[in-house]
């Protein structure tokens, strides 16, 4: 049984940082392209940033761009979500999600697993 569990969110202040973790069982995360999906109130879930199986290529939405960082540690099969000046307009439950493939892709539909997501909540 795969499971992904994210942690780290809570309230922050704009310009702050945090860091998200997305830890998984039952799957070797270095292998899959994960990503990181958000969903602000009343909104759809959109993309945020993903990174490649087995490599390390990755690739951000234009309004994250410069602001978050994606990484894996392979040794403790997480990957985690670096953001730094947050505005706002991140506030939103994130999710992580992994696919079997280590391609990457910007399209939620493309995961197969997903994690039971992780409040941000920036106060201004």
């Known amino acids: 049984q795969v499971q992904l569990v994210e942690s780290g969110g809570g309230l922050v202040q704009a310009g702050g940082s945090v860091r998200l973790s997305c830890a998984a069982s039952g799957r070797t995360l270095s292998e899959d392209a994960v990503g990181w999906f958000r969903q602000a109130p009343g909104k759809g879930r959109e993309f945020v940033a993903t990174?490649?199986?087995?490599?390390?290529?990755?690739q951000y939405a234009d309004s994250v761009k410069g602001r978050f960082t994606i990484s894996r540690d392979a040794g403790k099969n997480t990957v985690y979500l670096d953001m730094d000046g947050l505005k706002s307009e991140d506030t939103a439950v994130y999710y992580c999600?992994?696919?079997?493939?280590?391609?990457?892709?910007?399209?939620?539909?493309?995961?197969?697993?997903w994690g039971q997501g992780t409040q941000v909540t920036v106060s201004s």
């Open positions: 990174i490649s199986g087995y490599g390390s290529t990755t």
């Open positions: 999600a992994s696919r079997r493939s280590w391609v990457s892709s910007v399209h939620l539909e493309s995961y197969d697993y």
